[in-house]
């Protein structure tokens, strides 16, 4: 479903490569994790797939179902099927949380030729899924993140995901600043979407969310590149031996 | 657009009771600066520049007198180490001034450029002030770059090991003096410029500072408490690129001042800093007037001036920051503040935004109000007694633009001012 | 309000309205009717003056009025302080009178009435019932209203057309009517109140207003009456060439409440137009009122031709204690803005609001902000303005709070903060604070930034396209504002706001 190949990435405004030669296939039903030290590129490589502004593809390809990702502004990559949740979720005074919820879904239900929810079927649908990730009624009245504690942020990205319904969903350190109580709430919000039409990308610096949340394929990631790809127990290896045994045997 | 008939009449007869003393090397601008004050004419209570401050007495023929007043207490920076320029009544005193040279500075009194042909003082005299006309008109700027008898001429090219002091003595009850500086600090010098003392009972400084990338100057005044004294004073300020300038004011008494400072950051990444505290008591009115001018990309500036005002003193802030076009990425701040300790005092503010550009980040803030009553309560039920308590909350008031002074020592010969002040006047 | 409730909201009560302004993509209420006029000669004079007053069939005392007033204009200068700049305008270049022909006589039903009045009516969003009564139907009156009540009076280029729901107001003892109706027939309350809040020589505009104000609304709410229905006036100009110059006056006596809805368009002409307005509003004890406004006259092409020239004067006199005002303001339209509605606190206890949102957009300029002159003791006020700049546009927030010596104990608030969407557009805060008291306390605070690139990303990677995302954000901006306004004024006004936005991104 989404296929990188060669991708090299670096900041539009300083001359440093970030990425360099990314290659990673992600299929449909399947979830992989990408762990790697700090500064690695991890979170560039989501922003990229989103399209945020001040990164320039220097080389390389992404495609999500054969199409060019890279071509697309943000909006057509959210209607095509992408989803970031975001490490840090913006915060953005005096709009509702379900204005912004319900703008979303009908703007990407409009890309894609349907047609738009009634507000009676979009709050149905609100309420159903909020109830699941512990949101009440306050925090979908709350202005967009603000004022949202860290664990309230994430189940905030979480309940977006599952109201979009994205095909492929890009987490981007969903765990951080994240207790163990608030981490099995999400993990278990991201559990329920797994499914057949839907892959995974999961961003994580640490193992004990892959603990919550199953990878099928992990990659060790190292200063822009995919070092080292295997099953769920390279990721316990990087918790029992940390990154620099992993570097050392890629050196 | 001709000059109102009383405007005319106002400037002539100031005009007249001057007289421009030999110019030298500065004689075009100087008659430059006389044709733009025919042509602004003197202020007038009607201009809005002038809404809040009435400027007659600063621009009457004769200076109203001003008695001399003996404090009792040692000068200002009395203890710190630095290079004294003494001026009584707007005359540069060579015996009571120190030896001008020192490392990394090169100090010329105004005369001395007058009379030469060529000094790098030359490009600069009366330029800024030039400048600093538009857009808004400081007439009695120009008034002093035409018609100024006195100054000195500071030229830092290095770091200079302290401070330079121009000290000013108040002396006779009918001086009026006016002084004119101009200061050039070159890439990577740093210098501190003190300014201390009335210096007559009617008081036109002004003073033009350009700094060259990299330069650095720290500049820490404080008016003299001579109660009727009267002063205007401009300072036009340019900066170059990631050049720093931080100057602080205060002002304790004199029955009017006005102090204009106009800062324009020309080159990228630069920094000012122009902060004030003023306490007044009784038949006082004091006015801060700034105009900064972001006409860099990533340049910062920062305004704050704090006023504790009672028995009917009056204080004023104009200050603007104005945002060109294509100065992206500024960060403005501005704020300023009065603590009214009675019910005759008050607080005229006008504190602007102008900004043609997007991606910058502007505020400012102003608020007026008597001392907090709860902090009040709080420190008395402590034990602190009501004058000692309120002393304190206002001392704690001021802190914000005191702490614009890097330097700890000068910080604390402000406070001790500020103190002083408090003690005799509670 | 809670976004639930919105949205429930926006399911009933004004659909309609909100699909309408959402279907257009320019200026929606850029149309003209072509509707016969009749004009005065071009050009002010006392003969124009007196030939307003005869063709309102005015006492002698108003004609006077009126005419002193325009021997003090003539001695005026036109004020140039505001950020504003325009090409002079020659005020003798203006029709200072036009009324639709059909109004000369009544008709008897709704198929005798010119049906291009009725279209504009229609294209107003005004429903078929106020548009039998605005049209003049005979016996629109009794017929029952559909839905909500909102007494409408419309002002068409310079005379009111018709108030709806009279007879129910009059129940209630509340008078609503054009302003040239109730000088015939309420002389007393006109006399005793007409300018006592903008004095007739109080500013340039006002003072040409006084002279020639065609027409405007009146509204008096007798002591203790809770006003059974919002009221609303529609001000539309018309014709071409024409300068609108109506005059409201709003009198709440003691212990009264009423909300009252300003509504503007203007076609889309590309020559400029003048408007300058004066409304006044006495606030007596415990009486509250409550003024809205949706500013959306023409606001000139992208490239700044034509547009209308809004100077308005607009003032609340909070005369009696615990008297209240509140201002609110969608300002989105004109050309040119020129307006400060301002209160005058006087009353023990009396409070001030003002929430403005002003949108300049394209060529725009906007001067607008508030006066807040704090007199009594104990007397409140609020600014809240937030301005929103886009394409080449200049937004200027200039206000004025005033501590008197004898406001003991008084306190406002002012928050005005200003959004850049661009890099040619500008944005200026103009405040002035002067404050004789020490019991009082005075915050101003204001903020200048741009619209926050990771705000538009966050909403566009959840797939809102970039116009959409901004709309989005600055209606979040403009949220404290919004509030403020009745209901389902704030649908139409949220609308607008995306409209206004329109072109300014990409």
């Given amino acids: 479903m989404l296929e990188i190949k060669n991708l090299h990435v670096q900041l539009e405004e300083e001359d440093k490569q970030i990425l360099k030669g990314v290659d990673l296939k992600v299929e449909a039903g399947k979830v992989h994790a990408i762990m790697g030290p700090n500064g690695s590129g991890k979170s560039t490589l989501s922003y990229v797939l989103s399209g945020r502004d001040g990164y320039e593809v220097t080389e390389g390809s992404a495609t999500l179902d054969g199409e060019d990702l890279l071509e697309m502004e943000p909006e057509e990559r959210a209607a095509a099927g992408v989803f970031l949740a975001f490490q840090y979720p913006v915060e953005i005074p005096g709009v509702g949380n379900m204005t912004f919820l319900r703008t979303a879904v009908n703007a990407q239900r409009k890309a894609r030729g349907e047609e738009e929810l009634s507000a009676a079927d979009f709050l149905k649908l609100v309420r159903e899924k909020a109830k699941s990730l512990k949101i009440d009624a306050d925090m979908l009245k709350r202005p967009v993140n603000v004022g949202f504690s860290g664990g309230e942020k994430k189940r905030n990205e979480i309940l977006q995901m599952a109201m979009l319904e994205p095909k492929m969903c890009i987490l981007d350190e969903t765990d951080s600043g994240l207790d163990v109580d608030a981490m099995k709430l999400v993990s278990e919000g991201v559990n329920a979407l797994r499914d057949e039409g839907r892959g995974f990308l999961v961003i994580t610096h640490y193992q004990r969310l892959l603990d919550h949340i199953k990878p099928d394929v992990v990659h060790i990631m190292a200063d822009g590149r995919i070092v080292k790809s295997g099953g769920p127990e390279l990721a316990l290896e990087v918790e029992n031996n940390g990154y620099s045994d992993i570097l050392a045997e890629v050196n | ?426 | ?506």
Avoid at chain 2, 77 to 96: C, K, M, P
Avoid at chain 2, 346 to 365: M, N, R, T, W
Avoid at chain 3, 65 to 77: C, D, G, I, P, Q
Avoid at chain 3, 440 to 467: I, N, P, W
Wanted: charged fraction near 25%; charge should be negative.
């Fill in chain 2, 1 to 426: 657009m001709a000059l109102p008939q009383a405007k005319q009449t106002a400037t002539e007869e100031r005009l007249a009771s001057l007289t421009m003393p030999d110019p030298g090397c500065t004689k075009a601008a100087r008659q430059g600066a006389l044709a733009r004050v025919r042509e602004m004419g003197l202020p007038s209570r009607r201009d809005e520049y002038w809404k809040y401050t009435r400027p007659d007495t600063l621009v009457s023929a004769d200076a109203p007198k001003a008695a001399i007043f003996e404090s009792g207490e040692p000068m200002v920076f009395n203890d710190v180490d630095r290079l004294q320029i003494v001026f009584v009544d707007g005359v540069f005193d060579a015996e009571a001034s120190d030896d001008l040279s020192l490392e990394g500075v090169k100090i010329d009194r105004l005369e001395d450029i007058c009379c030469k042909d060529i000094h790098w003082a030359k490009d600069l005299y009366g330029k800024l002030e030039e400048r600093g006309q538009t857009p808004v008109q400081r007439p009695l700027a120009a008034l002093n770059t035409a018609f100024a008898t006195d100054g000195v001429a500071i030229h830092v090219t290095g770091k200079p090991s302290k401070p330079i002091n121009l000290v000013y003595r108040h002396e006779s009850e009918d001086s009026d003096a006016i002084l004119h500086h101009v200061i050039r600090v070159e890439s990577d010098a740093e210098a501190t410029i003190l300014e201390a003392g009335p210096a007559a009972s009617r008081f036109n400084k002004c003073m033009e500072i350009d700094i060259a990338d990299n330069g650095t100057l720290h500049h820490v005044r404080a008016q003299g408490r001579d109660h009727e004294r009267r002063a205007v004073t401009h300072m036009f300020t340019r900066l170059g690129q990631e050049s720093t300038y931080k100057s602080f004011t205060l002002t304790a008494n004199g029955v009017l001042t006005r102090n204009e400072q106009v800062v324009e950051l020309t080159g990228d990444d630069a920094v000012a800093h122009v902060a004030g505290a003023c306490v007044g008591d009784g038949d006082f009115h004091h006015d801060d007037t700034v105009f900064v001018t972001h006409d860099a990309v990533n340049c910062e500036s920062r305004q704050v001036f704090k006023k504790v005002l009672r028995n009917g003193a009056t204080g004023v802030f104009q200050g603007k920051i104005l945002v060109k076009e294509g100065a992206q990425k500024t960060d403005g701040y501005q704020i300023s503040q009065s603590l009214l300790l009675d019910d005759d005092s008050q607080f005229l503010a006008k504190p602007e935004l102008e900004i043609y550009a997007d991606d910058v980040a502007c505020s400012h803030g102003s608020t007026s109000g008597a001392i907090d009553e709860t902090a009040l309560f709080y420190l008395r039920s402590r034990g602190v007694p009501t004058k000692d308590a309120t002393n304190m909350l206002t001392l704690a008031f001021l802190a914000e633009a005191v702490d614009e002074i890097e330097d700890e020592t000068l910080a604390e010969e402000i406070v001790t001012r500020l103190e002083g002040w408090l003690s005799r006047h509670s």
């Fill in chain 3, 1 to 506: 309000m809670a976004a639930l409730d919105q949205t429930q909201v926006k399911e009933g009560v004004d659909q309609e309205t909100v699909d309408a302004v959402r279907e257009v993509s320019t200026y929606k209420y850029g149309w003209e009717t072509e509707i016969e006029m009749e004009y005065a000669p071009k050009g002010v004079n006392p003969d124009i003056v007196r030939l307003i007053s005869e063709k309102n069939e005015e006492p002698e005392w108003m004609t006077e009025w009126r005419l002193s007033a325009f021997e003090r204009w003539t001695k005026m200068e036109e004020p140039k302080w505001a950020m504003v700049n325009y090409p002079e305008i020659d005020f003798q270049d203006q029709y200072y009178y036009a009324r639709p022909k059909s109004m000369e006589e009544k008709p008897k039903s709704l198929d005798e009435v010119d049906p291009k009045l009725l279209a504009t009516y229609e294209k107003l969003g005004i429903p078929l019932k106020e548009q039998m009564i605005l049209a003049g139907v005979e016996g629109a009156e009794d017929m029952p209203a559909e839905g909500r009540k909102v007494a409408v009076d419309a002002v068409f280029d310079s005379v009111s057309v018709g108030t709806t729901f009279q007879a129910e107001l009059k129940k209630a003892g509340v008078i609503f009517c054009s302003i040239s109706e109730a000088i015939k027939e309420h002389p007393e309350l006109v006399k005793k109140y007409l300018g006592t809040v903008v004095p007739v020589s109080d500013n340039f505009y006002a003072t040409l207003n006084s002279a020639v104000f065609s027409d405007g609304s009146f509204v008096y709410i007798p002591p203790g009456v809770r006003c059974p229905m919002e009221l609303s006036t529609y001000f539309r100009i018309n014709a071409e060439n024409t300068g609108q110059f109506e005059r409201t006056l709003i009198i709440a006596d003691k212990g009264s409440y009423v909300s009252y809805l300003e509504g503007c368009t203007a076609p889309q002409r590309d020559t400029a137009q003048l408007h300058a307005a004066v409304v006044e509003i006495i606030v007596e004890e415990d009486a509250e009122v409550k003024y809205s406004t949706v500013q959306n006259w023409f606001p000139g092409d992208e490239n700044g031709k034509g547009g209308i020239y809004n100077f308005v004067t607009k003032r609340a006199d909070c005369r009696g204690d615990r008297s209240k005002v509140m201002w609110t303001q969608v300002e989105t339209g004109s050309a040119v803005t020129w307006k400060y509605p301002s209160c005058i606190l006087r009353g023990e206890e009396s409070q001030g609001e003002f929430y403005s949102i002003a949108i300049a957009n394209n060529y725009q300029q906007a001067d607008t902000g508030t006066k807040m002159v704090h007199l009594g003791k104990n007397t409140k006020s609020r600014i809240v303005s937030k301005g929103i700049s886009a394409g080449k546009a200049q937004n200027t927030y200039r206000g004025l709070v005033s501590m008197h010596p004898k406001a003991k104990d008084s306190r406002n608030y002012t928050q005005c903060d200003s959004l850049l969407i661009g890099d040619k557009c500008g944005a200026h805060t103009v405040p002035y604070i002067e404050v004789k008291n020490n019991s009082s306390r005075v915050e101003h605070e204001a903020t200048t930034s741009k619209v926050d690139d990771d705000q538009l990303f966050y909403c566009r990677q959840r797939g809102m396209d970039e116009e959409e995302a901004v709309a989005l954000v600055v209606n979040g901006f403009c949220k404290d504002v919004l509030q403020a306004l009745p209901m389902e004024f704030a649908m139409e006004a949220q609308q607008l706001v995306a409209i206004s936005l329109e072109g300014s991104v990409g």
